[in-house]
């Protein structure tokens, strides 16, 4: 099914905005126009629509930004994209040349619960096979184990906000920790860092894989694939 209903023509625009400015940057009519192989005059006239919808803002003649609500709808689609990328090479075995397309084909109606299966199967992976972050699922939990625990899910709660990994904030963003990815290993090593759920984190910089954060005022060089899976509502 598509994500709430809405078209896979409107699910390919976010994921496109989201692709291109996950921390709600700005992205350009053109960006938008070779990325999707639309006519720039046809992809004003969506940009208008999702608008309208309150799912973008929208600056003519400079671009667009996701909002709050396009924010949740595109990282939806786009982890769905990710996981079926990164199940398709790892399982599958499909040449690299068609995994892009054929996750495109999938993701509309990949379900929820398929999702957080496929998640699980994978061991809750963090990166695609491009290295793009794969988004934190939109569940209402505080770690993957806290999932493992919960067996129906037509009673698990949906996030009501949205989450960044470390790794994908902007500079002097600063936000409070509220969901830790990974299995006991990881999970072990960021909680003896003495990172926990609810911290409040200022990101400062980041350089050759490491990144410059405080957390409670602390300061912290994390490696990467601990800010991958340290997510932030900022």
Not at 18 to 27: A, I, L, M, P
Not at 113 to 120: G, I, K, P
Not at 134 to 139: E, G, H, Q, R, V
Request: net charge negative; hydrophobic share 35%.
């Amino acid at each position: 099914m598509a994500t709430d209903n809405i078209s896979e023509n409107i699910e390919e625009y976010l994921e496109v905005l989201y692709r291109n400015g996950s921390n709600k940057e700005q992205v350009s009519t053109t960006t938008i126009s070779n990325d999707l192989n639309i006519a720039p005059g046809s992809v004003t006239q969506m940009l208008k629509k999702l608008e309208k919808l309150g799912y973008i803002d929208y600056t003519p003649y400079r671009g667009a930004s996701l909002t709050d609500e396009g924010m949740r709808i595109a990282q939806k689609i786009t982890r769905k994209h990710r996981i079926l990328e990164k199940f398709l090479t790892d399982v599958l075995n499909i040449k690299e040349e068609n995994v892009h397309e054929q996750a495109c084909k999938m993701e509309h109606t990949l379900s929820d619960e398929a999702e957080r299966a496929l998640c699980t199967m994978l061991h809750h992976p963090d990166l695609c096979p491009d290295n793009n972050i794969i988004p934190a699922c939109d569940l209402d939990f505080d770690s993957c184990n806290q999932c493992f625990s919960v067996s129906d899910f037509d009673n698990i709660i949906n996030r009501k906000f949205n989450l960044l990994s470390i790794s994908e904030l902007n500079d002097n963003s600063e936000g409070i920790i509220s969901f830790i990815r990974g299995n006991n290993e990881l999970l072990d090593e960021i909680t003896g860092f003495g990172i926990s759920i609810g911290d409040h984190i200022h990101f400062v910089s980041s350089n050759d894989n490491i990144f410059l954060v405080y957390i409670n005022d602390e300061e912290f060089n994390l490696p990467i694939e601990m800010a991958n899976n340290i997510f932030v509502r900022v």
